[in-house]
């Protein structure tokens, strides 16, 4: 049973244009979420992340929402650039200091010049 | 440099084989996780060893085991290989757990043949 789920393997986006990526989680105890990107051959790199208590984190270009209602999260990126093509992992975890990530299984995202 | 380093990079072995694969968390980093990801699939967490002592399993087959030495690298033993098991194998390390960030190795890429 997958905890994190990221229902769209693929997304492609124009240049300068708003991305979107989106997670639904099932277990209403994770308390601490995060965003991670991956190129090929690398490992997965941290890039944004939330606590249950916010509905919003904001770094630059990217930011986190959460929904806890709704038991959902999104990363917008604006405006997107090429350099951003990878595959973008969800991962949230129970226990905040000391819990283990669970991580949805990615989304590809393609920025087209 | 994630400053996590994984070895060997790629590995082909023999169905029922065993292998050893090796991972040196980041300086200062106590907490060692190593997480599989198979084809179409997102990072499956196996195990987590904290300060030498194992802290929490996920979904590890039997046939696997893992360790820390004192000096906190972490071995991950892989035995009676299956076909299925090929697949690329994170390490990550962090100072404390979720909250501090994972920061991973570029992965061992196993194929069984």
């Known amino acids: 049973d997958q905890q994190v789920k990221q229902n769209s393997p693929s997304l492609s986006v124009q240049e300068g244009r708003i991305s979107i990526l989106n997670c639904d989680y099932t277990?209403?105890?994770?308390?601490?979420f995060l965003w991670y990107k991956k190129y090929p051959a690398e490992g997965p790199t941290f890039l944004i992340s939330?606590?249950?208590?916010?509905d919003k984190n904001e770094d630059g270009r990217f930011t986190v929402f959460l929904n806890k209602s709704a038991k959902h999260l999104s990363l917008h990126i604006v405006p997107s650039q090429p350099g951003d093509s990878a595959v973008y992992f969800c991962?949230?975890?129970?226990?905040?200091?000391?819990?283990?990530?669970?991580f949805g299984k990615g989304t590809k995202l393609s920025v087209k010049p | 440099d994630s400053g996590v380093t994984q070895t060997p990079k790629h590995l082909i072995t023999a169905t029922g084989q065993r292998v050893t694969l090796r991972c040196s968390p980041r300086?200062?980093?106590?907490?060692v996780y190593w997480y599989q990801q198979s084809l179409d699939q997102g990072l499956q967490f196996l195990i987590q060893?904290?300060?030498?002592?194992?802290?929490a399993k996920g979904n590890i087959l039997e046939r696997f085991s893992a360790q820390q030495f004192p000096d906190l690298h972490s071995e991950l033993n892989l035995s009676s290989l299956e076909l299925g098991d090929s697949a690329l194998y994170f390490c990550?390390?962090?100072?404390?757990?979720?909250?501090?960030?994972?920061?991973f190795g570029s992965g061992t890429r196993l194929t069984v043949v």
């Open positions: 990550a390390s962090s100072r404390g757990g979720a909250i501090y960030g994972y920061t």
């Open positions: 277990n209403s105890m994770f308390d601490y």
């Open positions: 939330i606590s249950s208590i916010k």
């Open positions: 991962a949230a975890s129970v226990g905040g200091s000391q819990g283990n990530l669970i």
């Open positions: 300086s200062g980093d106590l907490s």
């Open positions: 060893y904290y300060n030498g002592e194992e802290r």
